[in-house]
């Protein structure tokens, strides 16, 4: 076994199992976000005023690349999740592979899409 490095290890390995892989890490990553998402939101207990100011330093431009990596990592964890829904009920098993490339470039066009709302809401147009 080779631990978490070996779960992106190209050699060898086929598009499911990288995509299997990818779905694994976005979903640790998303755990992380869940729990430190959870942890500030109790900052409402100390006060209004101190949960006012953390907002105030993490809804800035500076901020958006990392939203931005947090949404891609939620909409191809949702869209290979789906697809991993309709192989497992049986549905378009025959093009697994096309829906590999399908749910990726849906995810990378919400992505996109809403990194762009994201940029218009931070710059106030």
Partial sequence: ????????????????????SFHR???IVLLLYLIAHL????????GEETYTAFISTTVRLETLPLDSLLFLATFYHAFNGLRV??????????????LI???????LLFWLYSTYVMYLFLTGW
């Avoid at 942890?39 to 100390?46: A, K, M, N, P, V």
């Avoid at 490339?101 to 995810?107: D, K, N, P, Q």
């Fill in 39 to 46: 942890s500030f939101l109790t900052s409402l207990r100390i």
């Fill in 1 to 20: 076994m080779k631990g978490v490095s070996g779960w992106f290890t190209l050699k060898g390995k086929s598009l499911n199992s990288l995509a299997y």
């Fill in 85 to 98: 829904v309709l192989n497992e009920f049986g549905l378009l098993y025959e093009a697994r592979k096309a």
């Fill in 25 to 27: 890490l976005t979903g």
């Fill in 101 to 107: 490339y399908l749910m990726t470039l849906l995810g």
